[in-house]
């Protein structure tokens, strides 16, 4: 379950937040334009600040202001341009599909173009349902921008007095996903769980964490920060010394169970980072209610049973060597975490040394770029493009929506039918899948709530007060659960329509009607110019590919100390994790698509996970070598260091070329072999053991690369 989900938890979220903002400015805006005018004025402004209101998400406040002002600006024309054209219908058909065409291409400008997107649409689709005169266009679009900038205004206010709160719930956030993704990490030591499904789940949350972790990086480490600001920017960065850690845990799972199935071991350690994980929860709450988090978990009981009993294990006769390494491993790497844990815990008071690292540096690097120009729009005008093809199935699915709502044999309400369109079409069949189940559910849901307080009572108060309740739901629950949305938007509508015209009954039957035609126009058009996720594969996986090859290389500079901080090495650690949550997310999409549509599915799921496993071996070797630091042979480990990650970036090389020839790599290469002085280090065991298995998966990358590729030709 989504930590937002939780009643204890959604209270101090910046969805809850971002909820009640917009609903107190929408119905406040549209109260004091009531006050001031008649009702058919105030309206116009509460769509005003309703649209304006979508793009009011947490972000950095130059990011901010620029999108709402943009869409102010934006929504203001196409409300002056479709009501000057909804007197002459064949004209407001060409300007409607036209709108919808540029609209849906602004996605090309990545994450922050979808609301962009959808405010057009939605200041579009509400502009059709008036018919005015040139004078009354100019004036109802006049009150739109009104709305739209006071509600940009009253936003951007809050947001620069809650600057560090809203930072505060985007940190937090990170947090209870790391904590989530630590709780998947103890199922591994269930031998009750199966191994794949486990591995299944942790590339999932690992999409999810790869996300948050970028938003706070974007809110907390963007422009000049503030002496308040040392808290969470000391959080941040001890946040992602724990996530390193948590990569170093991964081991030879499979291994483990055969052997300690019987005892408790594996047990212990199940709790022991099961206990972590709502350890990290504790933080997370704590930093959302601006107070420093204090540690109650004592992981002693569970840590000196552990080293007792692994101490008792190494006295006994016939205990496997390498089951007896790799349970020490694995118990001082959970050991590890653990210190980490409670240096997070240090890290939220004031008073705690800087963790921030290479703090002179420029941070932009790691930051998001979001770049609105023109040259990105012209690029993706082409028939390959993902997003022109998105375009003009928008276009032809709106288009065919209104021509069914100009034949229906009621006074129809077409956009509700183009909205509905513009809500469940998505660019990938998945997300269209998703939103189609939810709308339609919703709606009926909506309607059903709708009816039910309009049969209790008529109270404009009581209706007032829903509406309030309503609006704030919308946009609290529109990433997280948008069935929800779905009811509050329509109940949104609905009451509206109530206060504003208290006789009419027929309405709600309206709108399911409406809801159901645009859901199904929706998914006819969803195969119209469809663009599959398999056809995207070839170019993430080479972009793993090459994220990887820059990561080993980083990593080696730093494993060698021949870096002068970690800083290239976290930059390069960060594509490579975006680059492979790319990829899942990917996969998770083609594998709800219609199975026709999924190719090398197990293939690819593979080269996730060993490509997985390789951040996992190197942030083990880092680990490692950090804790011998004192007894280091330090130009053989640095000989022994470049041999593996030469060889390792070699086989990366012939993996790329398989991907393009899709045939197996040359795997004639020699083994490593360490020094024969330097046998005696007691680290070279576990040493070789790491880069042993980080050339087994890179052997594995490559032969599941040319898998793919075979595949992908027969696609």
Not at 76 to 84: A, E, F, G, H, R
């Given at each position: 379950m989504h930590y937002a989900l939780t009643p204890r938890t959604f209270l101090y979220s910046h969805y809850f937040a971002t909820g009640l903002r917009a609903a107190a400015g929408v119905i406040g805006l549209t109260l004091l334009a009531l006050a001031a005018s008649d009702l058919r004025t105030a309206m116009t402004v509460c769509i005003g600040a309703l649209c304006t209101s979508l793009m009011d998400l947490p972000g950095p406040l130059r990011h901010k202001f620029n999108e709402m002002l943009?869409?102010?600006?934006?929504?203001?024309?196409?409300?002056?341009?479709?009501?000057?054209?909804a007197p002459l219908p064949w004209l407001l058909f060409i300007v409607v599909a036209l709108v919808s065409f540029l609209a849906s291409m602004m996605l090309a400008f990545g994450r922050r173009g979808m609301p962009l997107q959808f405010a057009?649409?939605?200041?579009?689709?509400?502009?059709?349902?008036?018919?005015?005169?040139?004078?009354?266009?100019?004036?109802?679009?006049?009150?739109?921008?009104?709305?739209?900038?006071?509600?940009?205004?009253?936003a951007i206010g809050l947001a620069w007095l809650l600057r560090r709160r809203i930072k505060e719930q985007v940190l937090a956030e990170a947090l209870y996903e790391l904590a989530l993704y630590v709780d998947i990490k103890a199922g591994f030591y269930d031998i009750h769980t199966d191994l794949d499904a486990q591995l299944?789940?942790?590339?999932?949350?690992?999409?999810?964490?790869?996300?948050?972790?970028?938003?706070?990086?974007?809110?907390?480490?963007?422009?000049?920060r503030s002496a308040s600001d040392q808290v969470l920017v000391q959080v941040h960065y001890a946040m992602l010394d724990l996530y390193e850690l948590v990569?170093?845990?991964?081991?030879?799972?499979?291994?483990?169970?055969?052997?300690?199935?019987?005892?408790?071991?594996?047990?212990?350690?199940?709790?022991?980072?099961?206990?972590?994980?709502?350890?990290?929860?504790?933080?997370?709450?704590?930093?959302?209610?601006?107070?420093?988090?204090?540690?109650?978990?004592?992981?002693?009981?569970?840590?000196?049973?552990?080293?007792?009993?692994?101490?008792?294990?190494?006295?006994?006769?016939?205990?496997?060597?390498?089951?007896?390494?790799?349970?020490?491993?694995?118990?001082?790497?959970?050991?590890?975490?653990?210190?980490?844990?409670?240096?997070?815990?240090?890290?939220?008071?004031?008073?705690?040394?800087?963790?921030?690292?290479?703090?002179?540096?420029?941070?932009?690097?790691?930051?998001?770029?979001?770049?609105?120009?023109?040259?990105?729009?012209?690029?993706?005008?082409?028939?390959?493009?993902?997003?022109?093809?998105?375009?003009?199935?928008?276009?032809?699915?709106?288009?065919?929506?209104?021509?069914?709502?100009?034949h229906l044999p009621y006074a129809s309400h077409g956009y509700w039918i183009v909205l509905t369109i513009a809500v469940i079409l998505k660019p990938s069949y998945s997300m269209t899948r998703q939103r189609r189940r939810d709308r339609l559910v919703g709606t009926l849901v909506g309607c059903a709530l709708t009816l039910l307080i309009l049969h209790i009572t008529r109270s404009p108060a009581v209706l007032l007060a829903c509406l309030f309740i309503a609006t704030a739901a919308g946009p609290a629950f529109v990433t997280i659960k948008y069935r929800y949305t779905a009811v509050a938007a329509s109940m949104q509508i609905l009451l509206q329509i109530s206060l504003l015209l208290p006789e009419s009954s027929h309405v709600v039957g309206e709108?399911?009607?409406?809801?159901?035609?645009?859901?199904?126009?929706?998914?006819?058009?969803?195969?119209?110019?469809?663009?599959?996720?398999?056809?995207?594969?070839?170019?993430?996986?080479?972009?793993?590919?090459?994220?990887?090859?820059?990561?080993?290389?980083?990593?080696?500079?730093?494993?060698?100390?021949?870096?002068?901080?970690?800083?290239?090495?976290?930059?390069?650690?960060?594509?490579?994790?975006?680059?492979?949550?790319?990829?899942?997310?990917?996969?998770?999409?083609?594998?709800?698509?219609?199975?026709?549509?999924?190719?090398?599915?197990?293939?690819?799921?593979?080269?996730?996970?060993?490509?997985?496993l390789v951040a996992s071996q190197i942030a083990a070797i880092r680990l490692l070598l950090r804790n011998h630091a004192e007894a280091l042979p330090r130009d053989a480990v640095n000989s022994w260091l470049e041999q593996s990650c030469d060889q390792a970036c070699r086989r990366l090389a012939q993996a790329r070329q398989a991907l393009d020839a899709g045939t197996p790599p040359d795997a004639t290469e020699p083994q490593l072999t360490s020094a024969q002085a330097e046998?005696?280090?007691?680290?070279?065991?576990?040493?070789?053991?790491?880069?042993?298995?980080?050339?087994?998966?890179?052997?594995?990358?490559?032969?599941?690369?040319?898998?793919?590729a075979q595949a992908l030709k027969t696609a």
């Open positions: 943009a869409s102010v600006l934006l929504g203001t024309v196409l409300t002056l341009l479709i009501s000057l054209c057009a649409l939605f200041s579009m689709t509400l502009a059709m349902q008036n018919i005015l005169t040139p004078m009354q266009s100019l004036a109802h679009a006049g009150l739109f921008m009104a709305g739209g900038l006071a509600y940009l205004w009253y299944v789940a942790l590339i999932r949350r690992q999409v999810v964490l790869a996300e948050r972790q970028q938003a706070a990086r974007d809110l907390i480490l963007r422009g000049r990569l170093a845990t991964q081991t030879d799972y499979a291994l483990l169970r055969r052997q300690y199935a019987d005892s408790e071991l594996l047990t212990w350690m199940r709790d022991l980072v099961a206990k972590a994980a709502h350890d990290i929860e504790s933080v997370a709450y704590a930093v959302t209610r601006h107070r420093a988090s204090v540690q109650k978990v004592s992981y002693t009981p569970e840590l000196r049973a552990l080293d007792e009993a692994i101490t008792r294990l190494e006295g006994q006769p016939g205990v496997s060597r390498e089951g007896l390494d790799l349970l020490r491993s694995a118990y001082s790497r959970i050991s590890g975490m653990v210190g980490t844990i409670a240096q997070l815990h240090r890290a939220t008071t004031p008073q705690a040394d800087s963790l921030e690292l290479a703090p002179a540096v420029d941070m932009t690097p790691f930051l998001t770029q979001q770049k609105y120009e023109l040259g990105v729009l012209r690029d993706n005008l082409r028939m390959d493009s993902p997003i022109f093809r998105f375009s003009l199935r928008v276009l032809l699915a709106v288009l065919a929506g209104l021509i069914v709502a100009g709108r399911l009607v409406d809801t159901v035609l645009g859901a199904i126009i929706a998914t006819v058009f969803s195969f119209v110019l469809p663009n599959w996720e398999y056809r995207s594969l070839p170019r993430l996986l080479r972009g793993v590919l090459q994220a990887s090859s820059a990561y080993l290389a980083a990593s080696r500079e730093l494993l060698q100390e021949r870096a002068e901080n970690d800083f290239v090495y976290r930059l390069r650690r960060k594509q490579f994790m975006d680059s492979l949550a790319a990829l899942s997310a990917a996969l998770l999409r083609m594998q709800d698509e219609p199975a026709s549509k999924r190719h090398a599915v197990e293939e690819i799921h593979q080269f996730v996970l060993k490509n997985y046998d005696a280090w007691s680290g070279w065991q576990p040493l070789q053991r790491r880069t042993r298995l980080l050339d087994a998966d890179v052997r594995q990358i490559a032969l599941q690369a040319a898998m793919i």
